[in-house]
């Protein structure tokens, strides 16, 4: 027996509520703010933050400050990821 249209919008709001809140807050605000999936000024700073170390360290021979860089570039990497792993077990796939 297939579930009602309510059911779904309910299940999938609480979802959304769940997974990220202050989208979900904002949608219900009437002022809707980028999922967090797009939100990705952290992962810029972060990026550039590395980028600019390792620049330094290459500029002035210093292992630290390139390992740090190498280090801070691939963290800022790997936070542009929209489907970042999850913890639960389930695969992950964009949205369809």
């Known amino acids: 027996m297939p579930q009602s249209d309510d059911k779904r919008l ?6 959304v509520e769940r997974e990220d809140p202050h ?3 904002s949608m219900s605000s009437g002022r809707p ?11 810029w700073w972060v990026l550039g933050t590395g980028l600019v ?3 330094i360290g290459l500029i002035m021979p210093d292992g630290l400050l390139i390992a740090t860089g190498l ?3 691939g963290i800022g ?3 542009f990821d929209p489907y970042p792993p999850r913890t639960d077990g389930q695969q992950r796939h964009p949205a369809r």
Do not use: G, K
């Open 71 to 73: 280090v801070l570039s």
């Open 23 to 25: 989208f979900a807050r």
């Open 77 to 79: 990497v790997q936070l």
């Open 53 to 55: 170390l390792l620049t």
């Open 33 to 43: 703010t980028r999922p967090r999936a797009y939100r990705r000024a952290r992962a």
């Open 10 to 15: 309910v299940d999938l709001a609480a979802r």
